[in-house]
């Protein structure tokens, strides 16, 4: 008879079947789950049934773009860190505003809608740019999976993303962020300089007490999935010593070591823009800029390459590609420091 989904999201396909009486009948139902698959599902089983087509309800112009976007998520094959990106992505930015819409019938002029949007809420080109990859990858997606019949943007040109090179901090623009920070940012950015970290929640704000060693002073860092180590122990600086020491007296052994009043944080990024407002610094800054100043004077004192690697957690190419200008320079000095032949005059 039909293929309808019920109220808890499930898609069905229903029809007539006889019982004992021959004059009477009984309604099947098969169940295919939830989804825009067990909705394609549903509807072959119509077809191979030969049940009569009903009128489409109005309206239904198939699965919604938030169905093929949680299918998506579900069935790509992603790592654990990019999924969690994806999903808080679709949750904060993309579903609010697509979510409703019929995969189908998204135009250029609902993108459009969406950038200027992104753009009143004061958010980069690159990002909105992200954004799109993911809107465009889930349509391609279901594409492929034959659950819609063609990417409807499949055409439409991203905003150029920005590019231009971020120069790091210096050590007197993060002194002056740091007498305008919050106490929780304090830490955050004083964790970021000494270790070279990651400065989002998977490696800076989930680190406990626990994970400080202190009999080899070093801590345990549990590293965001990017190809690099898993687990990855990092040497305290000497200097960092005796102010992780104070901290760990304060906490009295309180879980994280980045907390607000004994909660965890989940980002400093409110936290950091006021500290730059506070601090008067107008170019653009972002916490991870100050594991980029890790890497950087790293590199410019000559550090090797595949120990650094192993304390911020990227692979040795990785460093190279995105740290060209260091490394080369690096590798100048390095040459340089062979020492020269003595003169050979040719023979009259």
């Known amino acids: 008879m039909a ?94 505003h697509l979510g409703n819409f019929s995969g189908i019938q998204i135009k250029f002029q609902d993108l459009d809608n969406y950038v200027k949007k992104r753009r009143r809420d004061r958010v980069k080109d690159s990002t909105i740019s992200r954004e799109l990859t993911d809107i465009k ?5 279901s594409v492929a999976r034959q659950l819609l019949e063609f990417n409807p943007v499949r055409d439409y040109k991203k905003p150029a993303e920005n590019n231009a090179l971020i120069i790091p901090p210096n050590t007197e623009e993060i002194s ?24 989002g929640a998977v490696e800076l704000l989930r680190i406990t007490w626990s994970e400080i060693l202190w009999e080899s002073q070093s801590i345990l860092i549990k590293s965001a999935d990017k190809g690099g180590p898993k687990n990855r122990l990092v040497p305290i600086h000497d200097d960092f010593l005796p102010i992780l020491t104070k901290w ?75 740290y060209q200008h260091v490394t080369s ?3 100048r000095k390095t040459v340089a420091k062979i020492p020269g032949l003595p003169p050979i005059f040719e023979k009259k």
């Not at 299918?71 to 930015?93: E, G, H, I, P, Q």
Request: a positive charge; charged letters at 35%; proline letters at 5%.
């Open 248 to 322: 760990h007296a304060e906490d009295k052994k309180r879980g994280y070591l980045i907390h607000f009043h004994g909660q965890p944080i989940k980002s400093i990024k409110k936290a950091w823009r006021g500290a730059l407002r506070r601090a008067k610094i107008k170019r653009r800054l972002r916490p991870y800029d100050l594991r980029h100043w890790f890497i950087t004077k790293a590199l410019e004192e000559g550090a090797d390459l595949k120990a650094l690697s192993e304390i911020v957690g990227s692979r040795p190419e990785t460093i190279m590609k995105h």
């Open 137 to 141: 990858a889930i349509l391609n997606w």
């Open 329 to 331: 320079e690096v590798h």
């Open 176 to 199: 002056k962020i740091l007498k305008h920070a919050s106490p929780h940012l304090v830490r955050a950015i004083m964790l970021s300089y000494y270790l070279g970290l990651r400065p």
């Open 3 to 96: 293929v309808t989904q019920l109220k808890d999201g499930r898609w069905i396909c229903y029809y007539r079947v006889p019982c004992g009486d021959p004059r009477k009948s009984r309604i099947k139902k098969e169940y295919f789950g939830r989804g825009p698959e067990a909705e394609k599902a549903a509807r072959k089983r119509h077809d191979e049934l030969g049940l009569k087509k009903r009128r489409p309800a109005r309206g239904s112009r198939g699965p919604k773009f938030s169905a093929l976007a949680y299918s998506y998520a579900d069935n790509k094959n992603f790592s654990r860190n990019s999924k969690d990106l994806l999903s808080t992505r679709l949750r904060s930015s993309i579903l609010p």
